[in-house]
């Protein structure tokens, strides 16, 4: 079995809109998933799902072939790093208490918390000196590797990323990207990104998910979606960012 995390028959309602229809899908290990698609179309909402801050109405959500349940979602989110819109830092504590947050609690050893942090340091090229500083002032691609490492920082299965690069201008985001890149095939990483940008979503992903009302529309590369697109929203959606679809 390939598939690190799975779907089955998953939905998600708030009130009478829904916001994720019956849905089946398997993300693969060691391969970015990028979910795509128009604001409201369910992608937060499935990040959401996976790591337990939302429950489906119906179906399963399985982690390594084990349904996720009230009893075990709090171990499995220490098994999964997430990174959040806007980057989520926590404005009065330090870069370094950011992304040590989660270790401190697990009362890991300081010699190995010193450790990680000097590799999360090079592995994101995130100055040491700056470790010291407050989120106000960082930059914002400081502020999203610090906001990376955090969710780096206990060696995660499973990295969700809901928009990271969203804020940032184009030189900052296309730096990030080429990092990003390097940083998931470096560690083999299994990870799930949700992007509104189509060159993004081909850039950083091995596959792409096209959604849109709650269903996923399309699976495969920005190959498929171009030349075999599933419906008319498809090639909509492409003709819609051209002059990204062509990078």
């Not at 829904?18 to 698609?37: Q, Y």
């Not at 926590?90 to 050893?109: D, E, G, I, W, Y």
């Not at 960082?138 to 990295?159: D, K, N, T, W």
């Amino acid at each position: 079995m390939t598939a690190l995390v799975q779907l089955r028959g998953v939905s998600k309602t708030f009130g009478a809109a829904a916001a994720l229809h019956s849905t089946d899908i398997a993300f693969e290990r060691a391969k970015t998933t990028v979910l795509i698609g128009p604001s409201g179309c369910g992608k937060s909402t499935l990040l959401r799902l996976i790591i337990g801050l939302l429950e489906p109405d119906d179906g399963i959500i399985q982690f390594e072939g084990a349904p996720t349940t009230f009893a075990n979602i709090a171990d499995l989110r220490r098994r999964i790093g997430y990174v959040i819109q806007d980057g989520g830092l926590f404005p009065h504590l330090t870069a370094r208490q950011n992304v040590l947050l989660m270790s401190m609690h697990l009362k890991r050893p300081a010699a190995e918390m010193d450790q990680r942090l000097t590799e999360l340091c090079a592995l994101t090229r995130f100055p040491q000196t700056a470790l010291d500083r407050y989120p106000i002032e960082l930059s914002g691609g400081q502020r999203q590797r610090i906001s990376l490492m955090r969710a780096l920082a206990l060696s995660p299965e499973l990295l969700l990323l809901d928009e990271p690069l969203g804020a940032l201008d184009p030189l900052v985001r296309a730096a990030l990207q080429k990092d990003l890149k390097e940083i998931f095939a470096r560690l083999k990483q299994t990870a799930i990104l949700v992007t509104h940008d189509l060159a993004e979503a081909a850039y950083l992903g091995d596959v792409i998910v096209l959604m849109n009302e709650g269903r996923v529309v399309q699976i495969g590369t920005l190959e498929d979606l171009r030349t075999k697109p599933a419906a008319k929203f498809v090639t909509e959606f492409i003709n819609a960012q051209r002059g990204l679809a062509l990078v």
